[in-house]
C-alpha cells in the first residue's frame, strides 16, 4: 500500500469532506481516505497496481477543488 497527502484548496464544510471521501473511495484499490478541513489535505492509503494517483488527483478536482501539492 502506498499513502498519498495533497494540500486541497477550495474545502470549506461537511459536505466538502463528504464529497471527496466518497469520490475517492468509489476508485478501485483505495483502502482510506482521511481529509482534513483545518489542515486542507486529504490523505489516502491506496494500492498503485490498481489505482495512479493522477486519477485520484482527477477525482478530487472533478468535485470543484484545486490540488495544491
Same mark, same amino acid.
Given at each position: 500500500m502506498e499513502k498519498i &497527502? !495533497? +494540500?486541497v484548496e477550495g474545502m470549506?464544510?461537511?459536505?466538502?469532506?463528504?464529497s471527496i471521501k466518497k469520490s475517492v473511495n468509489e476508485l478501485p484499490g483505495v483502502? +482510506?481516505? %482521511?481529509?482534513? !478541513?483545518?489542515? *486542507?489535505?486529504?490523505? &489516502?492509503? #491506496?494500492?498503485?497496481?490498481?489505482? *495512479? &494517483? %493522477?486519477q485520484i488527483k482527477s477525482v478530487i478536482e472533478e +468535485?470543484? #477543488?484545486e490540488i495544491i501539492a
Open positions: &497527502v !495533497l +494540500q470549506s464544510c461537511d459536505h466538502c469532506v463528504k483502502a +482510506q481516505v %482521511e481529509v482534513s !478541513l483545518s489542515d *486542507k489535505t486529504v490523505m &489516502v492509503e #491506496y494500492d498503485n497496481t490498481k489505482v *495512479k &494517483v %493522477e +468535485q470543484g #477543488y
